[in-house]
């Protein structure tokens, strides 16, 4: 074998640190893309974290809510309650002079902790009729309330088309 020339030798260094260099600029990227990725997980984990800390911080609210909810929420009765708030709010709407333009009833929703029977109803009336009926409505007691409320204005105005849900909440047990 012959010896190399210098200008050889120059270029065997020069193609050596090259590779050196792309070596070390692989690795440099892949430890740049681990820590990216674990940035990213612990700036997830910091957001769980303040999440869990505001919930803990609101506990007590929970907690007089879950105690009132155990107080105040009648348990599921032995007919089955969704003829009656379809009743309820259709008396409710008649009374506030509202147009009734359809309505359905909603199937069971069991929860954590309460099972809620539900009917969506679509209304027409002015705005003073609609807050008339909201007022008439919701109550507490009963464990009734309008879990959805969508308002537009009508093609006539001042009157506006309303979809609702209405809902009533039961302790959970054996629906």
Same mark, same amino acid.
């Given at each position: 074998?012959?010896?190399? &020339?210098?200008?050889?030798?120059?270029?065997?260094?020069?193609?050596?640190?090259?590779?050196?260099?792309?070596?070390?600029?692989?690795?440099?990227?892949?430890? =740049?893309?681990?820590? !990216?990725? *674990?940035?990213?997980?612990?700036?997830?984990?910091?957001?769980?974290?303040?999440?869990?800390?505001?919930?803990?911080?609101?506990?007590?609210?929970?907690?007089?809510?879950?105690?009132?909810?155990?107080?105040? =929420?009648?348990?599921? $009765?032995?007919?089955? +309650?969704?003829?009656?708030?379809? &009743?309820?709010? &259709?008396?409710?709407?008649?009374?506030?002079?509202?147009?009734?333009?359809?309505?359905?009833? !909603?199937?069971? !929703?069991?929860?954590?902790?309460?099972?809620?029977?539900? *009917?969506?109803? &679509?209304?027409?009336? *002015?705005?003073?009729?609609?807050?008339?009926?909201?007022?008439?409505?919701?109550?507490?007691?009963?464990?009734?309330?309008?879990?959805?409320?969508?308002?537009?204005?009508? +093609?006539? +105005?001042?009157?506006?088309?309303?979809?609702?849900?209405?809902?009533?909440?039961?302790?959970?047990?054996? $629906?």
């Amino acid at each position: 074998m012959k010896a190399l &020339q210098l200008r050889e030798k120059k270029l065997l260094l020069f193609l050596g640190g090259a590779v050196l260099v792309g070596v070390h600029l692989i690795f440099l990227q892949l430890a =740049l893309r681990f820590d !990216r990725g *674990n940035r990213l997980e612990l700036t997830e984990r910091q957001a769980e974290v303040e999440e869990a800390r505001m919930w803990l911080g609101e506990r007590e609210v929970w907690e007089s809510r879950a105690a009132w909810m155990e107080e105040n =929420l009648k348990p599921w $009765p032995a007919e089955s +309650p969704e003829g009656a708030l379809q &009743q309820f709010a &259709q008396s409710t709407a008649r009374q506030a002079n509202l147009v009734i333009e359809g309505q359905n009833l !909603r199937s069971q !929703r069991p929860g954590d902790q309460v099972v809620t029977v539900a *009917n969506r109803m &679509q209304l027409k009336g *002015n705005l003073e009729q609609i807050l008339r009926w909201l007022g008439a409505v919701y109550d507490p007691k009963k464990g009734v309330a309008v879990t959805e409320l969508s308002l537009r204005l009508s +093609p006539e +105005p001042p009157k506006m088309n309303v979809q609702a849900e209405v809902a009533q909440f039961f302790k959970k047990g054996n $629906p």
